[in-house]
């Protein structure tokens, strides 16, 4: 079983949906939690950075950890054609000097 | 922009070559990590950094080597090429190296093996 299990899609929305974005994780240990969006050919670019659970807001973007179920979702409104891209969720649990643990990564894809 | 630079961006080679990408962090991470992501896989991490010494190893291959110098640019190594090492290769670089350090990643060199 993967640390970090994330369906890859993809996911295809209407442009104005509210889109949901999920990871599972098996590490009770994860206490950080991050969201990247990588566009085909480019790097994968900071989104969301949360600490322990809860909800965090930015613009259209609302990152959510619940971790009595060991799960987190990132929640895109009024989404765009330009939100079309690879999602990928990423954790780490210590502080200290290990890998931070990506998700494979969820494709979406919004049509005008 | 992330403010992390990776060179060069695209690389084309033959088996059995060496190569080298080069990274620059941003300015005043200390920590550079790197990532091989090949086609339809996610982020498989190679190595990490911090402030001139090794701090964390993944799943790197005994044909690859990494170093950070002085000035705090990394450079990945590669050698004895082959097929299956085509792939984008990432560098990212942290403020300081745990885990609960965000990254920020550079657009990568693109690895292709004829």
């Known amino acids: 079983q993967k640390e970090v299990e994330q369906d890859p899609g993809p996911l295809s929305v209407p442009e104005g949906a509210i889109v949901s974005l999920n990871c599972t994780y098996s590490n009770s240990a994860f206490q950080y939690f991050m969201w990247y969006r990588q566009y085909s050919r480019k790097g994968p670019e900071l989104l969301m950075y949360?600490?322990?659970?809860g909800n965090k807001e930015d613009g259209r973007f609302t990152a959510q950890v619940d971790k009595s179920s060991k799960y987190i979702s990132l929640f895109i409104r009024d989404s765009q054609p330009s939100d079309s891209a690879t999602y990928l969720c990423a954790m780490g649990n210590s502080g200290g000097y290990q890998k931070v643990t990506f998700g494979t990564g969820t494709k979406l894809q919004v049509i005008p | 922009d992330s403010g992390v630079t990776q060179t060069p961006k695209h690389l084309i080679t033959a088996t059995g070559q060496r190569v080298t990408l080069r990274c620059s962090p941003r300015?005043?991470?200390?920590?550079v990590y790197w990532y091989q992501q090949s086609l339809d896989q996610g982020l498989q991490f190679l190595i990490q950094y911090y402030n001139g010494e090794e701090r964390a190893k993944g799943n790197i291959l005994e044909r690859f080597s990494a170093q950070q110098f002085p000035d705090l640019h990394s450079e990945l190594n590669l050698s004895s090429l082959e097929l299956g090492d085509s792939a984008l290769y990432f560098c990212?670089?942290?403020?300081?190296?745990?885990?609960?350090?965000?990254?920020?990643f550079g657009d990568g060199t693109r690895l292709s093996i004829l």
């Open positions: 300015s005043g991470d200390l920590s």
């Open positions: 990212a670089s942290s403020r300081e190296g745990g885990d609960n350090q965000p990254q920020h």
């Open positions: 949360t600490y322990s659970s």
